[in-house]
């Protein structure tokens, strides 16, 4: 079982209580969501992620699609943006307490979907830029730039009334692409829930 730690750090009761009933809505809504365009919908999501040491996430964002799309050897590709703000929580090694941290994100993002765009199963793959609200620091992971870069491999399901909601696990990587030492990177495991809008 994964180590959660980093969920206690998260806002309080009522804030907890507002999170889980905002993600209840968005449940409720994808049932009576519009049709979602497979290669690329608008979405609204949450996400929560656990990297090494600790370290968690949680992510809110929204996606919006870029008009472009093609067919390579049977599988549709679309392409999208996606804006979101994250927050971390890793534990120091400095002072051997837990810290939080303020993210804000930007990736387009390709998606790729077998049988020519008519599978529910689908592969998201991506490359964007962050920005934290200070430099991030996790036992022996020292980010050097508050800046960073974040690259993405996922894939997922798009399931409910008219595919409107999906879930997918993904594999996160930020790092400063050497712009300044050191540059440790920090990679994060997700799970994202989304649903068009």
């Known amino acids: 079982m994964p180590d959660l730690a980093f969920l206690p750090s998260l806002p309080s009761r009522p804030g ?4 889980l009933s905002l993600l209840s809505a968005l449940a ?7 049709h979602a365009d497979p290669l690329a919908s608008r979405t609204v999501y ?5 990297a090494q040491n600790s370290a968690g996430a949680a992510t ?16 549709g590709v679309g392409a999208y943006w996606d804006a979101n703000l994250s927050y971390w929580s890793a534990r ?5 307490r837990r810290h939080g941290y303020a993210q804000i994100g930007l990736t387009p993002t390709l998606r790729l979907r077998f049988d020519e765009g008519r599978s529910p199963w689908f592969a998201d793959a991506g490359v964007g830029l962050s920005l934290n609200n200070r430099l991030y620091s996790n036992e022996n992971h020292h980010f050097s730039t508050a800046f960073n870069f974040g690259s993405h491999i996922g894939a997922g399901y798009s399931f409910g009334a008219n595919r409107s ?13 050497s712009i300044k030492k050191p540059n440790p990177g920090e990679n994060f495991l997700q799970l994202r829930y989304a649903v068009a809008f």
Not at 16 to 19: D, K
Not at 28 to 34: E, L
Not at 165 to 177: C, D, M, P, T, Y
């Open 92 to 96: 120091d090694d400095a002072d051997n």
């Open 46 to 50: 949450g996400q929560l992620g656990l």
């Open 16 to 19: 907890r209580a507002l999170a």
């Open 28 to 34: 409720g809504f994808g049932a009576a969501a519009a």
């Open 165 to 177: 909601q999906e879930i997918s696990v993904r594999v996160q990587h930020f790092s400063n692409a």
């Open 60 to 75: 809110v964002g929204a996606t919006a699609p870029i008009d472009w799309r093609t067919t390579v050897w049977g599988l």
